[in-house]
């Protein structure tokens, strides 16, 4: 009786063990699961730490991007209002030198009528009772000119006005006299052929003479102003022909009287500023 009470007893201390080992095994397991679930939260939290500060970085550096942004916007839109600006200005300017330009083209374009007008006018008068070959009259570059041989108009190696010079000056005159607001220029031409005599050292001194004869003629016997006269000789290096024939020679040898804008007038032209 005694046995089967002990083997009872026994049989229960060990069941009892089983148990408790058991219990203890999951136990142990649910406790190493529990720990590495803290270990997966740690590194669930430091990640998310580490996203936080990277977030917090990037929204920081979106920031100032925005406010570079904003930045160049304010600076593009300055700079496009100065731009719209400076094209405004630049437009105005360019309007006002085309109302200056259409000016002086304006002034030319008159003065080119004014030339020719008087050109009809000087060829008119001088075909009045006299036809000669040994006369031209040209417009060109905004002036008149009155090409006279000087076969016509001296002696061959003088510088006295002849006569019928003379007639040709006075019909000159008229003309000119119509049109106080031109200044006259009388250049004397020669040929190559030296001069020397006690009057005259060389070419230079012949044409320098003769243009200060015939503007003598304007002034005292046809009362042109002398504050309108120029008085120019260019000698024999300005030919029309050449020097190697008779023929040439005579072409070369002219007296010259351009009609042109007083030069102080058309700077006047030149210096107005646009309205």
């Known amino acids: 009786m005694k046995k089967l009470f002990f083997g009872a007893l026994f049989l229960s201390v060990l069941l009892t063990s089983c148990v408790s080992n058991k219990k203890y095994a999951d136990l142990e397991t649910q406790h190493n699961k529990t720990k590495q679930d803290l270990v997966d939260a740690k590194a669930d939290l430091q990640s998310c730490l580490v996203d936080k500060d990277h977030l917090m970085e990037l929204n920081s550096s979106l920031k100032e991007d925005k406010a570079r942004s904003l930045q160049q916007v304010e600076n593009l839109t300055v700079l496009t209002q100065s731009s719209s600006d400076n094209i405004k200005e630049v437009i105005a300017q360019l309007s006002e030198k085309d109302k200056y330009i259409n000016g002086v083209r304006d002034a030319m374009t008159k003065k080119d009528s004014i030339n020719l007008a008087l050109a009809f006018q000087l060829k008119k008068d001088l075909a009045d009772g006299i036809q000669d070959e040994d006369i031209q009259i040209e417009v060109e570059k905004t002036v008149v000119y009155i090409s006279i041989a000087d076969k016509m108009l001296f002696k061959s190696g003088s510088a006295i006005v002849s006569d019928r010079a003379k007639e040709v000056l006075g019909k000159v005159a008229t003309v000119v006299n119509s049109k106080p607001e031109m200044e006259v220029q009388v250049e004397g031409y020669t040929d190559n052929v030296p001069i020397s005599t006690n009057n005259m050292k060389d070419n230079w001194d012949l044409s320098v003479a003769r243009a200060t004869s015939v503007v003598r003629v304007l002034q005292n016997d046809f009362e ?52």
């Open 224 to 275: 042109v102003a002398p504050s309108r006269l120029i008085a120019a000789g260019r000698s024999e290096y300005v030919p029309l022909a050449s020097n190697d024939t008779a023929e040439g020679r005579s072409t070369n040898r002219r007296t010259r009287i351009v009609i042109l804008p007083k030069l102080e007038e058309f700077f006047d032209i030149l210096e107005q500023k646009p309205e």
